[in-house]
Each structure stands twice: as structure tokens, then as C-alpha cells.
């Protein structure tokens, strides 16, 4: 059976899983990235390295934001938000590494997955922490 999230589906769906995709879209060209997050109840925290995704989402803030919990192919829930982008610094981007780093900690298998170096010493020099403010969130759902 197809059907529509309510809106405290759509809230579970996305506190409840740290992997989502981020769709942007600058200079013709649509590009669409993986990113571990964390959520607040309003706005996804993220990290990255400088590249592609973050020079197209400072051309445009305006970017789309999808999560997902599958448990096969005939069970899965999908959330898709609409968003602005915000680069976080200074006390704003600490307190939103050690929320991302929080709710990541237990997940993480790989260096690159954490926003915060190996010994604890504030952020990674390469990182960049990051919002997604949301606004419209729509949901389905499958299930047999």
C-alpha cells in the first residue's frame, strides 16, 4: 500500500536517520550530494569539504533535501524538503559541529564521517559546517 506521511511521520523520518541527499542547483547544472546530518526539529546540520555542492549552494541558497528509511523495496518511507542553504561560523558553526558530532558519534566507521578531528580540537581545517533551514516537507510511504 502507497500513501502520504502525516506531519509527525515526516518529523520521525527525519530525527530518526543521519544520511540524506542534498539537490542543488547553480549555473545550469542540477547536482545532487550525500551528506550525513543531524536535525533540530527545523534545520538539517551538515559538514563538507569546499567543493561543488558548496560553491553551487552560495551561488543559490534555495536547495531540496531528501531522506530515506528503507527496510526493502516494498517497505520505505521518504521525506523531501524544500531548504536554504546557511554556512555556519565562528560560535554558531562550534555549536552545531558538537550537535552533529552528538548525534553521529555512535554511526561513525570512518574518519571523513566526523566533523571534528580524531583528538577533539575543534573543527577539521577542510570542514565546513553548514544548514539546511527547511520549509515545505512532503513524505510517502510504502508498506505491504
Request: charged fraction near 25%; charge should be negative; glycine fraction near 10%.
Amino acid at each position: 500500500m502507497l500513501g502520504n506521511l502525516d506531519p509527525t511521520q515526516i518529523e520521525e523520518v527525519l530525527h530518526g536517520e543521519a544520511l540524506g541527499r542534498i539537490g542543488c542547483h547553480a549555473g545550469g547544472r542540477t547536482y545532487v550530494v550525500p551528506v550525513t546530518y543531524a536535525y533540530d526539529g527545523e534545520r538539517v546540520i551538515c559538514h563538507s569539504g569546499r567543493g561543488d555542492m558548496l560553491r553551487m549552494m552560495h551561488t543559490n541558497a534555495t536547495v531540496c533535501f531528501e531522506v530515506e528509511h528503507v527496510q526493502s523495496l516494498a517497505d520505505w518511507k521518504c521525506v523531501v524538503a524544500d531548504g536554504r542553504f546557511e554556512e555556519l561560523e565562528g560560535d554558531d558553526a562550534e555549536e552545531a559541529a558538537r550537535f552533529l558530532e552528538d548525534r553521529l558519534q555512535p554511526l561513525i566507521a570512518s574518519a571523513t564521517a566526523a566533523p571534528y578531528s580524531v583528538v577533539g580540537h575543534g573543527l577539521h581545517p577542510d570542514s565546513v559546517i553548514f544548514s539546511i533551514v527547511l520549509g515545505r516537507k512532503t513524505g510517502r510511504y510504502e508498506h505491504p
